[in-house]
């Protein structure tokens, strides 16, 4: 599904990334877990094509094709997702408008015929279903106003609208309490499928307890220095960071 | 041509504009827009010109107008200049008690023109006038507009103005709050490219209490134009609780474009709410990456965030005029973007 090859990237001349290696097969769900500053958010941002940072070497393979040179949005339309920390809000732009806009184009790009209005509204009203959300949510702008909660519910019900085959949940888990993160991996495991692989960036191991991990990596200073079963998380959780990081120093 | 006549950038409400720079560049002609209307009909003493110190471009105007046009109900005004011309329309409107009345004016032209307007317009009690101007000029085109209005106790003055072509655009509105409860609601968005320059100069007289006054400009700005936004909101001592809004947003498309903004409030009685807020900046990177991300084309997602950025100019605008607005924002971005 997606292979990472010896990755470097620098934002501002600073190397953040320094020779990262990763493969994730179809239908597995891989954690990233690591302490503050060793570049877990910068490894979601470079698989999505933000463009203030700079890939120096390596390449990013998703279905055998380098994604080096796409776009964002040709990325999305080929079925990367980025489920962010931090969603931004966008006074102004109605849910709606956004979610169908963003659906269609996706949906151009893929080949397959563009909803219309009615049937647009159908799929979300079913979507929202399926994931416990209130489509109240649908008539406000784009998280402006948004609690914590309803900005991460968000981004899960804009996984479920676009379908991506492989999505990076970026510390999904940071600033919500434990109900609202049961709300969100619950809705991430319905999403779950053979056809379908996963990223989880987090610093703690509680959200790999509601979403269970095939492998889980340790990133830090730019590297993953370690990679094991389930069992890690939690052997991190018991000795912190830096047991493991000096081990491996 | 009397160029002695003009306002230069020596006097302080000029400072950002320089009309006889912009007419020096072209050989025009008196002109008529065939209208007619006789300027003895003209009240000398009408509410307007006297009171303020540039009234240059008003004296002009009674002086050189051949156009007048008397308006008391619905109607749509095209205000198109030839090449050469120089045009001095006049409007004179007047709203009687409890009327409602909407006015369209289009303002167009054709090669390098020059185009004096003043817009006198009376609001008795209870009258409401909804004013919508779209403006379009060509790249040689000089529109200065001059809006006079007086609103009386319970009036209610609504205007928009659009524009998708400057030229070289002064558009200067001043409202004389004068009877209880009013309010006073001026509403712009200005889009502007090439070397075009657009100025927006305001003055919101405060003079009785309970009144209301808004304004909301939303500019873009690209390429090497220039915007200008000047609004004052003078409130005077007897106008106690009155409510003052007023804000005026920029984005700046380009490195070369620029905006010139000089909110001024004046206030003299001591119970009132006024605001004012000027902003000039980009389009949000991390909400265009945010949009990108989920598959929207840069194009269109640029475009999605800078509608919403006008949004709130077109908050009360009639649902009948909204597609046109949403028509020309479209084309204007399409084009420009």
Known sequence: MIKIKNLHAEIDGNEIL???????????????????????????????????????????????????????????????????????????????????????????????????????????????????????????????????????????????????????????????????????????????????????????????????????????????????????????????????????? | MQHDLLPTPKSERWKYTNLPGALKKHDLNPATLGWGGDVALLNKDAPGAAQYQDTQLWDLNSDQTQDIKFISTDDTLDINAKDGQWLSPRLVIHIKSGEEVTLIENQAGAGAYWKNQVVQIVLEENARLSHYRFIDEQDSGVLTSFTHIQLARDARYQALSFMSGAGFVRNQIHADIQGENADCTLNGVNLLAGSQHADTTITIEHQAPHCTSNQTYKNIVTDKARGVFQGKVHVHRAAQKTDGYQLSNTLLLSPLAEMDTKPELEIYADDVKCSHGATTGQLDETALFYLRARGIPEKQARGLLMSSFLAPAFERADDNILPRLEELTEGWLEKHV
Not at chain 1, 189 to 214: A, C, M, W
């Open chain 1, 18 to 249: 320094k020779g990262i290696d990763l493969e994730i097969e179809p239908g597995k769900v891989h954690a990233i877990m690591g302490p503050n500053g060793s570049g877990k958010s910068t490894l979601s941002y470079v698989l999505v094509g933000r463009e203030d940072y700079d890939v120096t070497q390596g390449d990013i393979l998703f279905n055998g094709e380098s994604v080096l040179e796409m776009a964002p949005e040709e990325r999305a339309a080929a079925g990367l997702f980025l489920a962010f920390q931090y969603p931004v809000e966008i006074p102004g732009v109605q849910m709606t408008t956004f979610l169908k806009t963003a659906l269609n184009a996706v949906r151009q790009e893929r080949g397959e015929d563009e909803l219309d209005a009615i049937d647009f509204l159908k799929l979300m009203k079913k979507t929202c279903a399926d994931l416990g959300i209130n489509d109240e949510m649908m008539k406000r702008a784009v998280n402006a106003g948004f609690s914590g909660g309803e900005k991460k519910r968000n981004e899960v019900l804009q996984m479920a609208m676009l379908a991506p085959k492989f999505a990076v949940l970026d510390e999904t888990d940071s600033g919500l309490d434990i109900d609202a993160l049961k709300i969100v991996a619950e809705g991430v495991n319905k999403l779950r499928g053979p056809d379908r692989s996963f990223l989880v960036i987090t610093h703690y191991q509680r959200l790999l307890d509601y979403i269970e991990p095939d492998v889980v990596h340790v990133l830090a200073d730019g590297k993953i220095i370690k990679t094991g079963g389930p069992d890690l998380a939690k052997e991190l959780e018991e000795k912190g960071y830096s047991e493991i990081l000096e081990n491996a120093a």
